[in-house]
């Protein structure tokens, strides 16, 4: 059985765990409208990029790193069925950018994907998109109050780093490792020189600021996450001497400080890549499998659709496709997968 054939069975299990799990509404009596009486449009400026999925070996212990971290288990979704579990961690504190908003009205999400008996499988390993030759999907990025201070805390914790803040040129980004090897960057969101005499960190200050793609082609990437997917980009550094430029992107406003938010996109162009014809990044759904897809939340799901449509993207699965009707998933150019999935303020509906 090849990878593709595997995948559209997940897909497939997924849809059915979906289309049978029993709904509930836990919403503000305000958002009672009917989604069918709402208008046929769609509007970017209501999107928002909603989460990042990753595939882990151990979900007690991948919880527990990331709620270390400063998160909130928001919500568990159980598909016995399909022998998975999924988990939705993001910053909750009373100070927290999304603090107390419904699951799919939230930036900066984390979407845990357990498959049941990985933890009791000695030969189970993700791939963590920084291995050749199955690169692609880089880090997510936390921003913190006190640099120093938040990498010591986890140093004290036993937990590894793939950079300490000591290592290379680069003194003011360090990356953790999370328990299955996933790179998560470590930044401050001020001056590192400020913080080094400090000791405290606050963890109801920290964000889940990005996630870290590579592309093929910086310029076609940034048109379609800007033209199609209805992005801002909101800072571009270039590393000439380096060889690769990074793009940050987002929702909302992008005049605000770029540390300071959470869900970002950051695509990575290293100089060249463009221009090999067999060159090609790992989407971490084919084998080995790590990274499952970045997540858009959208006011009306169909007219979203429609739209795509419209502008002729690539599918991986349209909402008419499979059983599972209230989730799409768009191919952008390198073939990372993009689910689509309702915000349920704009409808007063459970998803699932």
Not at 270 to 284: A, C, I, L, R, V
Not at 298 to 325: F, P, Y
Request: proline share 3%; net charge neutral.
């Amino acid at each position: 059985m090849n990878s593709t054939t595997r995948a559209a069975q997940r897909l497939k299990l997924f849809s059915s765990a979906l289309f049978n799990h029993k709904k509930t509404t836990l919403f503000r009596p305000a958002f009672t409208r009917s989604f069918a009486n709402m208008a046929a449009t769609t509007d970017v400026q209501n999107y928002k990029f909603n989460h990042s999925m990753i595939r882990v070996k151990d979900p007690k212990e991948s919880v527990k790193f990331y709620e270390f971290l400063g998160m909130s288990l928001l919500k568990k979704l159980s598909f016995p069925e399909a022998k998975f579990d999924l988990y939705f961690l993001g910053y909750d504190a009373p100070g927290a950018v999304s603090a107390g908003a419904n699951l799919w009205d939230r930036e900066g999400l984390i979407e845990l994907t357990h498959n049941y008996g990985t933890e009791s499988d000695p030969n189970y390993k993700i791939n963590n998109g920084n291995v050749e030759p199955h690169r692609g999907f880089g880090h997510t990025c936390i921003s913190v109050d006190n640099l120093q201070a938040a990498c010591q805390r986890l140093e004290d914790a036993g937990y590894k780093f793939q950079k300490k803040l000591s290592d290379g040129r680069m003194k003011h980004i360090a990356f953790a490792l999370d328990p299955d090897g996933y790179w998560v960057e470590i930044i401050g969101r001020k001056p590192v020189e400020e913080t080094e005499g400090v000791k405290e960190t606050d963890l109801k200050t920290y964000r889940m600021n990005h996630t870290m793609l590579r592309v093929k082609d910086g310029e076609k990437s940034l048109k379609f996450y800007q033209e199609v997917m209805g992005m801002k980009l909101v800072r571009t550094h270039e590393a000439k001497e380096a060889g690769f430029n990074l793009y940050f992107l987002g929702y909302g406003d992008e005049k605000q400080n770029t540390a300071d938010r959470e869900g970002l996109l950051e695509l990575t162009w290293n100089y060249g890549t463009e221009k090999d014809e067999n060159f090609s990044y790992h989407n971490g759904n084919d084998q080995p499998q790590g990274f499952g897809h970045i997540c858009v939340s959208v006011d009306n799901i169909e007219a979203a659709c429609e739209r795509l449509e419209g502008l002729k993207v690539n599918w991986k699965k349209r909402l008419t496709d499979g059983r599972m009707k209230n989730v799409a998933f768009v191919l952008d150019p390198d073939n990372y997968w993009i689910e689509l999935v309702q915000n349920e303020r704009f409808t007063g509906q459970a998803n699932f």
